[in-house]
């Protein structure tokens, strides 16, 4: 199956810095998904993202599907973006929602 | 509009008992999927249900079963729970024919097996 590479596994920021993590998956998509996972278990969504660039607020996120990566920059880090950033990506079929396959995520502190 | 809902939050169990968890999808969604995350993971596929039928399967056992009622509503039933069943169990909903959205989590529901 597809396999999806996150990096860097663990980031440590001061509030302010600016961090961009990297998604790498290994086959063609039809969805990639960005997630923060809160430290209550919920995954909220950031960015349905298979291809192209989106932005929302300190957020954004580029998807370069012919080369197979993703990337989620976060400007201007406060203490409540810690947490677990997840990509997860759905492969290439026939056009109907398909399973979600997760990398090993990105574990962020923001520290004051 | 109602994001999609779980119950229970919480639940504790011993091994040998059977356990259902139950989900409803997000406003205009008719796709569910349930995944298993267990501690310092990320999620992993279950199973997914459309039309009240399981359309995909992950690599888990048969003791892990799923419904899906007329109103999109889903459980997920699993037998003979095992101390490695402990995990939080998220469902997803989504639309079957309609890609452009992606999939939209509930906060899911943390199993101890005692």
């Known amino acids: 199956g597809i396999q999806v590479e996150q990096s860097p596994p663990d980031l440590i920021l001061q509030e302010g810095a600016n961090s961009t993590l990297r998604c790498n998956f290994s086959?063609?998509?039809?969805?990639l998904q960005w997630f923060h996972q809160n430290p209550w278990g919920q995954l909220i969504n950031l960015f349905y993202?298979?291809?192209g660039t989106k932005q929302n607020g300190r957020l954004s996120a580029t998807t370069v599907a012919t080369e197979r990566y993703s990337l989620l920059y976060i400007s201007s880090s406060q203490t409540t973006d810690s947490g677990v950033y997840f990509c997860?990506?759905?492969?290439?079929?026939?056009?109907?929602?398909?399973?979600?396959?997760f990398g090993t995520g990105t574990r962020l502190q923001v520290t004051l | 509009d109602a994001g999609v809902t779980q119950s229970p939050t919480h639940l504790i169990k011993t091994r040998g008992q059977q356990v259902t968890l139950r989900c409803s999808p997000k406003?205009?969604?008719?796709?569910v999927s349930w995944y298993q995350q267990a501690l310092g993971q990320g999620p992993q596929f279950i199973f997914q249900y459309y039309e009240e039928e399981e359309r995909q399967r992950g690599n888990f056992p048969d003791r892990f079963s799923g419904h899906q009622f007329p109103n999109y509503s889903s459980e997920l039933n699993v037998n003979a729970l095992l101390l490695g069943d402990s995990a939080l169990y998220l469902c997803?909903?989504?639309?079957?024919?309609?890609?452009?959205?992606?999939?939209?989590f509930g906060p899911g529901t943390r199993l101890l097996v005692l």
């Open positions: 406003s205009g969604h008719d796709t």
């Open positions: 997860a990506v759905e492969p290439l079929n026939t056009g109907t929602a398909s399973k979600l396959t």
């Open positions: 086959d063609s998509v039809n969805n």
């Open positions: 997803a909903s989504s639309q079957y024919f309609n890609l452009l959205h992606g999939q939209y």
């Open positions: 993202i298979p291809s």
